[in-house]
């Protein structure tokens, strides 16, 4: 894509001009710390992931890659009005909230016999059938269901045209490169490209692109087809928590006229539990 700045560089650029938030040196080095210390235990290893969640396949062969693929590809748009009035999804005797929700309702799906993780059936699958695999357990239903719907049609139709149905192969033709396979995933899926024009550049976030390059990472525990030699050029993802962690910590500054619409116009708390709601061009320069 010409002319198009990476992740890394789009994060450079949009720092470098930015009118409402700053990084703050101090803070990035208490960030800093705090990851080193625990870089020595077991929560960063790459084995770690598995382990993260009940829900996260447990196996590192294909089945398990299709899993994260057709989760990363619905990985977004979670939130609620309030915690009280949110979807849910009952699995194994237990209740799941945000993007957990939509893993139970993938794993809950495959118990019942319903191939949710194969291309050939998700390529055709019915809105809605849809609404059935992603039925919430409230009144709340999960959130737009007819646009998860038409992504799966797309995103199937395309791995069965390009991939021979299974993302493994999409994997496979990544020569064992994370960057590589990040640029394969946005330049095959549609929906996977999270691109905009900021301040004359045309700027990417890649953020469920590097997620499910990070988590094919994982699942297969960094070992044969995922053994990526350029895993650590995979960026920080723009996930809408992240702010709220680094303003916290010190790491992320933001300007008086963006407080003031975060706490006052938007009603947010910036630190708490909610998540954060900005105009257009104040949410580029917060990811």
Not at 8 to 17: C, G, P, T, V
Not at 153 to 159: A, D, F
Request: hydrophobic letters at 40%; a negative charge; charged letters at 25%.
């Amino acid at each position: 894509m010409d002319g198009l700045l990476t992740p890394r560089e789009s994060a450079e650029f949009i720092a470098e001009n930015s009118r409402d938030v700053f990084i703050d040196g101090g803070g990035v080095r208490r960030v800093a710390e705090l990851l080193l210390a625990k870089a020595a235990g077991p929560e960063l290893r790459v084995g770690a992931w598995k382990a993260l969640h009940e829900l996260n396949p447990k196996a590192a062969d294909e089945a398990a890659v299709n899993w994260v693929f057709v989760t990363d590809t619905l990985n977004f748009s979670f939130w609620s009005e309030s915690d009280e009035h949110r979807c849910l999804v009952g699995y194994g005797g237990k209740t799941y909230s945000g993007y957990w929700s939509l893993c139970a309702a993938v794993n809950r799906a495959l118990d019942e016999g319903i191939p949710i993780t194969s291309a050939s059936y998700y390529a055709t699958v019915t809105l809605d059938e849809v609404r059935h695999i992603l039925r919430s357990d409230t009144d709340v239903p999960m959130p737009l269901i007819e646009e998860r719907h038409r992504i799966l049609n797309e995103t199937g139709k395309i791995l069965l045209e390009k991939f021979e149905g299974s993302f493994l192969n999409c994997v496979r033709k990544s020569d064992k490169s994370a960057q590589k396979l990040l640029h394969l995933v946005v330049e095959s899926f549609p929906s996977y490209r999270d691109v905009t024009q900021f301040e004359g550049k045309r700027i990417s976030f890649y953020k469920r692109a590097q997620i499910l390059v990070a988590d094919t990472w994982s699942v297969l525990e960094g070992k044969g087809d995922g053994c990526f030699k350029d895993i650590s050029r995979i960026t920080m993802f723009a996930d809408y928590r992240l702010p709220q962690v680094l303003v916290y910590l010190g790491a992320l500054k933001y300007s008086d006229e963006l407080l003031e619409k975060l706490l006052k116009v938007w009603n947010i708390d910036i630190v708490g539990n909610h998540t954060i709601w900005t105009s257009s061009f104040q949410s580029l320069i917060i990811k």
